[in-house]
């Protein structure tokens, strides 16, 4: 059974500062997303990784993906109040299962000023 | 364009009562794939249907709750007899026929359901 798991599950960063989120998962997947969820909404697409060594950056935000380690990272830089949310991993299973998902547990950030 | 689309956003039942949840995916879309997300939790896969069928019903609870996606329609979740514990908000994801390579599910905004 494919299990992903996110650490830290809560954070909380000053304003200006950098910080990584870690996503580890347990099965050989070669495709993995990151989602943006505020409170009370849907998930926002952030970025979707889909080889190895696969970098990818929007603003303060920057993914990446090592599939031979199972790990992808979500580093922030910079954090302002405005990425405060739940961030949320998620790997594909693989061809067979469609686009189903298998999300971690979630990141709550809190960038304070 | 417009998105993956859920109604209702938010639904109040009585225990017991029956809920129905309703998606339509995104226009070309043809697999639709429902989650719970239990509050502080994440997302947790339910069932993935495509049009007339049911391909993965593995995180289905084996009672009281059903999914469908008839030919013609939305995709509908229907939770029999709700119970307390079945408050939770429930995300209904479309994505392609095919999985390519650039192909990802998208998310409708979600129906909170608060059994009383």
């Known amino acids: 059974e494919l299990k992903v798991e996110q650490n830290p599950l809560f954070l909380s960063m000053q304003e200006g500062k950098n910080y990584t989120i870690y996503c580890n998962y347990s099965?050989?997947?070669?495709?993995l997303y990151w989602y943006r969820q505020d409170p009370g909404k849907s998930l926002e697409s952030l970025f979707v990784?889909?080889?190895?060594?696969a970098v990818k950056q929007e603003g303060r935000l920057m993914a990446s993906l090592d599939t031979k380690a199972r790990l992808s990272t979500l580093h922030i830089t910079a954090a302002v109040h405005d990425l405060s949310a739940t961030y949320f991993c998620?790997?594909?299973?693989?061809?067979?299962?469609?686009?189903?998902?298998?999300f971690g547990e979630g990141t709550q950030l809190t960038v304070n000023p | 364009n417009a998105g993956v689309m859920q109604n209702p956003r938010h639904l109040v039942r009585r225990r017991g009562q029956e809920a129905r949840l309703r998606c339509s995916p995104m226009?070309?879309?043809?697999?639709v794939y429902w989650y719970r997300q239990l509050p502080e939790e994440g997302l947790k896969f339910m069932v993935y249907?495509?049009?007339?069928?049911?391909?993965?019903e593995s995180g289905m609870p084996k009672e009281r709750f059903s999914a469908e996606f008839p030919k013609e329609g939305p995709s509908i979740l229907r939770i029999q007899q709700v119970v307390r514990g079945d408050s939770a908000a429930y995300f209904c994801?479309?994505?392609?026929?095919?999985?390519?390579?650039?192909?990802?599910?998208?998310f409708g905004q979600g129906t909170r359901l608060t059994v009383v």
């Open positions: 994801a479309s994505s392609r026929r095919m999985r390519q390579d650039n192909t990802e599910a998208f």
């Open positions: 099965t050989t997947s070669d495709r």
């Open positions: 990784l889909l080889s190895n060594g």
């Open positions: 998620a790997v594909d299973k693989g061809e067979t299962s469609g686009s189903r998902l298998t």
């Open positions: 226009k070309g879309h043809s697999h």
């Open positions: 249907l495509q049009k007339e069928n049911i391909i993965d």
